[in-house]
């Protein structure tokens, strides 16, 4: 009981664990794996400089530098997560074809029909063709 009345003292005030040290030590046993087959010096040092910020991260007492840093993991991962459903729901949706505007780079969504269209953007009003096979 009295170690953790004192790990509890210890940690007061400061950051803790958050979404961004799972991330880093995720990485840093990747990269330790990969070490594994590798063996470099240099990528065992990489590791190590990735488990020392974790934990310098989470010992850490400027709480808002830290809490800055892990909203930026959380709006990257997010973003990749979105991206993934997107992904995901596109690969399902057979009775459409998505393609790109090549002057604004807008994602349209088409209609399946094999051949060869002629299409207008809606955000631009760029005509173009559009083959679907």
Same mark, same amino acid.
């Given at each position: ?64 530098? /830290?809490?800055?840093?892990? #909203? ?15 992904? #995901? /729901? /596109? ?20 209609? /399946? ?21």
């Amino acid at each position: 009981m009295n170690f953790r009345y004192k790990l509890m003292q210890f940690m007061s005030g400061r950051y803790g664990i958050d979404n961004m040290f799972y991330m880093l030590f995720g990485v840093s046993a990747v990269l330790s794996i990969v070490n594994i087959f590798v063996r470099s010096t240099i990528l065992q040092l990489v590791v190590y400089t990735v488990i020392i910020y974790a934990f310098f991260r989470a010992f850490s007492r400027n709480i808002e530098a /830290r809490r800055r840093e892990n #909203r930026w993991v959380n709006n990257w991962a997010e973003r990749i997560k979105k991206e993934q459903e997107l992904n #995901r /729901r /596109r690969k399902a949706d057979y009775t459409h074809v998505y393609k790109k505007c090549p002057r604004c780079r807008a994602v349209l969504r088409l209609p /399946r029909r094999v051949g060869k269209h002629k299409t207008v953007c809606p955000k631009c009003n760029n005509e173009f063709w559009v083959r679907v096979k």
